[in-house]
């Protein structure tokens, strides 16, 4: 008998959970309009489970589905720890319901539990697959600009300007300031780490939990480096 053409295997994927608070819908839009405003290229088609268990109301679903998908995210389901009926209702309107036990929880510090979007931390494959070798770049990366360290990590001499990105499967280290977007452990390494002479930057990323500027007070316009702990991201003074 010939082989099947299909398969279907368990595996993991990281998932972005939106926390709901409210059910004014107009709030929500314009919380996440907001969000999104703030780093449009790394919400661009996320997949999102929308968690409605701090909800004491219900809920129009189909237009948080609709609302989801207008702004350009890629709509998965519900979880949330919420009654059976609910979740019965929830799959007999033709939506999924993601049990929360999928999904990793974590203590967030006080300006990450105001984020509206939440990242758990990302499956990772085994250290000594992150042996890496490294991408060196001589000079700015001006606004507009992406440089990606594939199975590298990246080692810029100058600074990254607001606008730009750079992105490594490794460790990042900009001699110069961070202005823009820096994304380390892009294809799963929760060890990655980022070091730059002046941080500024839009948006930091490891592994798939990510700050944006707001989160980066404590070490604003310092030498500094960023890494994670437990699926939590921590800043330290580099010198």
Known sequence: MADASIEFKGTSFTLSVLHIKTAE??????????KVSQAPDFFYLVPIVVNIEQ????????????????LKFTFVGFTGAVGNEQRKLIRELGFSFVNTSKIEHSQKNPQ????????PQ???????????TD??????????QQIYAKAQNLVVIGSVSAGAEVIADGNIHIYGSLRGRAIAGAQGHDKAQIYCQN????????NGNYWLSESMEQHWGSPAFINLTD???????LI
Do not use: M, W
């Open 25 to 34: 819908l107009a709030n929500i839009r314009a919380d996440l309009v907001k």
């Open 55 to 70: 909800l004491d109301c219900s809920i129009d679903y189909q237009a948080v589905k609709s609302l989801i998908e207008e």
């Open 112 to 119: 990450e539990q105001q984020a509206l979007v939440k990242e």
């Open 122 to 132: 990302a499956i990772t494959a085994s250290p000594e697959k992150h042996l890496f």
């Open 135 to 144: 991408k060196i770049h001589r000079g700015q990366i001006r606004s507009g």
């Open 199 to 206: 941080l500024e930057a839009e948006l930091v990323s490891i």
């Open 231 to 237: 699926s939590e991201l921590s800043s330290a003074k």
